[in-house]
């Protein structure tokens, strides 16, 4: 019997790349061959006709889960599956191609199969829909791009992200005591509704200081509270309330009003802008708070040494403030100037924003008339593009013209001049100046180095922006900007990684800022040791609150299992010589700590611990010298999410964005690549998506629990900005199990026909002589369901318990 079984799988796996072929039941010398149906074997990737709940996979990527019809074909003995418009749309075939396939059905197929190269074959084993499409029929030659049609909205929701840094410092000095205690936080709380997203970012501080009286500072403030949505059709974004503009024109500020703008990241990745980077040095423990204009955009504490923030989000953009706040109260203040890729548009298309309302002052001195600003792009010929824009109000009007080179190999270029027309309210004075501008971007493949951003700009004394105009005017002729250059620069070499930053700035009535960095770093091995690694950064800022230059000297030498021993020399212009040395271990679970002991001002030493989960970030460390200084420092950072299914805590989301809310079928302790994991009701969420481009939600296999089976481990989505996805993975604690398999009659199952989950029409087994069936990977409270020649099928009772615990066949009828 298990050799007539083996045989039958064999031909199974056999004949399933084959053509259509007749059996002669007799080679299976089978003794009553009526009972016999191998029907699934006669015609290659024939399908019994019905509805079908399916994974669709296009060039092995994952297009979600649809019920899929198969209908009779042409041929008696061929089926066909039926693709929707609304499916193959999904795809992101050229226009015109889609355009022309044929329809089937009275329309309600697409003739996919039509398009050469294009194969669809339906694979039982994994209930999947595998198509697969030669790349010259996709609208752009890039894999991660998913066209509008297959965004997702996600699910109707809340959210809250937080962080919280809380600090208490004590010092005596000469017999005088300080104590200072505070505690920071920031985050978005938002709403989900359809295709609408509310935000509010709020930020909070609580700040005690103590020497000899009392000192507190308490502070609260909604930075942003606005509604925003998506508008694909038109690769738009439309947001209302109080935000920011955020332009490639003209200089940001806060607004109450509504703006209607063209958003780069729907178009494909090649074509997006850089996110900022920021870099430098921190002697202690440090919290790093990188704002604009007040509102607190990131903020984070960080080890001693040399930091590098990437993940700010690409939509940030000017001239942004850092400060770097000690553990013993010192500060670090400095500018860094972001840019987008300059201002270019693909022939024939046209970028925009369009805004309105008020400029929003939050209390400061100045005055809140309405405005009105638009800027355009207009892609021309031969890769040029002509770009300008126009900001008006009461007494003010300011308008530019630019134009924009995409150089390929040598990278692009943009420049552009603004003329400003302003009425001073406060000398009623009549002012025109111009403020010119260039912009240059490139990335040099072929020889590792990355120009991120070099600009220059020039204003006359008499240019006045919009936030001059508006604002204090005892401050107006220190915000006369004069000239700023910036670049941004790295090279890798085999043996060296380089990067240097340079910011300039002067101003007609105000001391010069400036800031210049350079890093060098190298990866060695010396002997038995691997992986040595040696860094070497310096820093010079200057500016009229400080005129300081750091150097750091850090080597990191790997000890084995997880540990490392590091050590560190800095020189402050200000603060001296400081170093230490130290010892840091990560367990691999997400626990990491660090002792290390230094010299400064004084002699220290400092413990460090931190804790990273699927739900929360925490970490907290200890400074003192013994004797006249002690500091403490924790951190906290998590994230709710709020939906139908329930309340699901993740670590890490930042200011609302996208994420993603996966479900493995109640089954708890799924772990996916990062560190999501489901909880005990089997949710868990991922956080940091990309808006409006391809994401790939994997479920990491080495570390599935026994017993446990996902059907489809990698799902690829695409999700509008903000959304809180939703992806099932179809998952269950599968059992393998002996049964034998009888009709209600009495008599067997008939050989070869196959046994399915209804609920997944995955395919589990198939059956053998008299009956016996052996099934793989079933739950135990599946619903199975026989089916045999082209029409016949039946459903099975319910598996019994101890079917799937022993190796002993028990009967299981046809309902």
Known sequence: MYRRTFILS???????????????????????????????FVHADYTVPGTYLLDIAVNQRYFGTRSIEFKPGADPQQSYACLSL???????????????????????????????????????NLARLAISIPQASFEYDDPNYIPPAAWSNGLNGALLDYRVIANSRQSSASGNSTRSNSVQSYGTAGLNFDTWRVRADYQAQLRNDSQGDDIRDKAFQLNRLYAYRALPSIRSKLSVGEDYLNSDVFDTFALRGATLSSDDRMLPPNLRGYAPLISGLARTNATVTVSQQG??????????????IQDLNSSAQGTLDVTVREEDGTEQKFTVSTAAVPFLAREGELRYKLSGGQPR?????????????????????????????????????????????????????SADVTTSRAKLRWSGEQVTGNSYRINYSKHFDGIGTDLRFLGYRFSDKTFTNFSQFIGDPDSYSMNAGKQRYSVILAKSFPWLSTSLSFDHSTYWDAPDADRVGVSLARSFSLGNVKNINVNLSAYQTRNALQNDSQIYLGVTIPLGGNSTMSSNIQHSGSGGYAGNVGYSHDTGEGVNYQVYGGVGDNRYVNAYVGKRTSTYRANASVTTDGSTY????????????????GVAAHGNGSNGDTRLLVSTDGVPDVAFAGRARTNQDGYAVMDGLPSFQAYEARVNMEKLPLNTEVSNPIQ??????GAIGYVNFPAGQGHNAFVTLLLADGSAVPFGASIQDSNTNKEVGIVGEDGVTYLLGVKIDARLVARWDDSKSCSLAELPVEDVVTNVSHPLRCL
């Open 630 to 645: 002690s500091s403490a420092t924790g951190e906290i950072d998590s994230s709710l999410v709020v939906t139908r299914y």
């Open 716 to 721: 690829r989505l695409a999700l509008t900005e």
């Open 10 to 40: 064999s031909l199974w796996l056999a004949i399933s790349q084959a053509q259509a072929v007749e059996f002669n039941s007799d080679f299976l010398n089978i003794d009553n061959d009526k009972n016999v149906s191998l029907g699934q």
């Open 361 to 413: 002052l939050d209390g400061a001195r100045g005055i809140e008339p309405g405005f009105v600003a638009s800027e355009l792009a207009y892609g021309l010929s031969q890769d040029w593009t002509a770009y300008g824009g126009v900001l008006a109000s009461s007494g003010y009007l300011a308008h530019a013209v630019g134009l924009g080179k995409d150089l390929g190999a040598f990278g692009a270029l």
């Open 295 to 308: 509102r607190v955009l990131y903020s984070t504490t960080v080890t001693p040494g040399a930091f590098s």
């Open 86 to 124: 609304d499916l193959v749309q999904t795809f992101g075939l050229k226009p015109q191609l889609l355009a022309s396939l044929p329809r089937t059905a009275d329309a309600q197929c697409v003739d996919l199969a039509s398009v050469p190269g294009v194969s669809i074959k339906y694979l039982k």
